[in-house]
């Protein structure tokens, strides 16, 4: 296995949240064909279970005077490096997790909220859904792997 980074932070919006940025939690528990459980997508697209984003994101729109505060691009998972230089169909193995790449993130009006040049900004560095290959509990600081 090679290491690639680390988890930078974990959010989550609960069934009844409907405001961004996305809540940070302590940890996630994946679910196979379920989700992240209790989180408000979970049993919805399970080839959009997860969605992870780099923060090279972050770094791209304070470049531009954008300061977001962690979550707000929707992410369940905060990576220290750059996913976008992954391929669909890739597994990252996080703890005893493994999510698979399954298409890049597109770009939401939603986002023109916080400044309207950010969704162009972000075209191809938004972030990464994931679908649950295998369950478990991921919390900031773990290790981040893909077999080598």
């Known amino acids: 296995m090679i290491s690639l980074g680390k988890v930078l932070g974990t959010f989550s919006a609960k069934k009844d949240l409907q405001s961004s940025p996305r809540p940070q939690v302590k940890r996630l528990n994946l679910i196979t064909g379920y989700g992240i459980a209790f989180d408000k997508f979970a049993g919805k697209d ?17 470049e531009n005077d954008i300061d977001l505060v962690y979550g707000s691009l929707g992410e369940n998972i905060l990576l220290d490096f750059d996913p976008h230089e992954f391929k669909v ?15 890049s993130c597109t770009v939401c009006k939603h986002l023109s909220k916080f400044d309207n040049k950010l969704p162009k900004l972000l075209k191809n560095n938004r972030g990464l859904y ?10 900031e600081q773990m290790q981040v792997k893909i077999k080598g």
């Open 130 to 139: 994931c679908k649950i290959i295998s369950d478990g509990e991921i919390t």
């Open 46 to 62: 399970l080839n959009k279970s997860v969605m992870i984003v780099g923060i090279k994101a972050y770094e791209i729109a304070k």
């Open 89 to 103: 169909g890739d597994i990252f193995y996080i703890n005893n997790c493994a999510i698979q790449i399954t298409e």
